[in-house]
């Protein structure tokens, strides 16, 4: 086996939680698309492994890919006319199956949902109890900015959450 293969399945075992998760955020809750994200954001990891230059850690870097990827479907699934993500989210909230985490972090995910996309990471990077200095790393803005940004996120999050 390669060192590439190695590092490779050395980093799925150790972030796949934590990509996964950002992916289910991002989503909005949709388990199924998270899961197909969170496969792309490794297929992406795999294609960049001779790229990374220990600039940051593999946890940053890992984190960039994931905010990329989940991106790049969200913009192109604006343009390819697709289902939004709001319905996918409320057709799947109707299907019980799939409730298994409970109401609450089903409405913690939608109030997620509607905000944008950068709050969106930012916050899934909170709640994954990652160092702020590590999130303004992948945000690409300061520890303070990212504080002040985090301030109005959680206040927001809770307009959102007293409003449903």
């Given at each position: 086996m390669s060192n590439n293969n190695v590092l490779f399945e050395r980093l799925y075992a150790e972030f796949y939680p934590m990509v996964h998760?950002?992916?289910?955020?991002?989503?909005?809750?949709n388990r199924e698309l998270a899961e197909d994200l969170a496969q792309e954001t490794f297929i992406?990891?795999?294609?960049?492994l001779d790229n990374f230059k220990g600039t940051s850690s593999y946890k940053t870097w890992i984190y960039r890919i994931t905010m990329n990827t989940c991106l790049k479907y969200i913009r192109d699934s604006k343009t390819k006319?697709?289902?939004p993500l709001?319905?996918?989210s409320k057709l799947l909230s109707q299907d019980s199956s799939h409730q298994?985490?409970?109401?609450?972090?089903?409405?913690?995910y939608q109030a997620?949902?509607?905000l944008n996309e950068i709050d969106?990471?930012?916050i899934m990077m909170v709640l994954d109890e990652l160092e702020y200095?590590?999130?303004?790393?992948?945000?690409?803005?300061?520890e303070s900015n990212l504080r002040v940004k985090i301030h109005r996120i959680k206040k927001s999050l809770k307009e959102k959450l007293k409003n449903e």
């Open positions: 998760h950002v992916c289910v955020g991002f989503m909005k809750g992406n990891t795999w294609r960049s006319n697709q289902v709001d319905q996918n298994d985490h409970g109401d609450a972090h089903q409405e913690l997620i949902g509607q969106r990471l930012i200095k590590e999130i303004a790393d992948v945000v690409g803005i300061s």
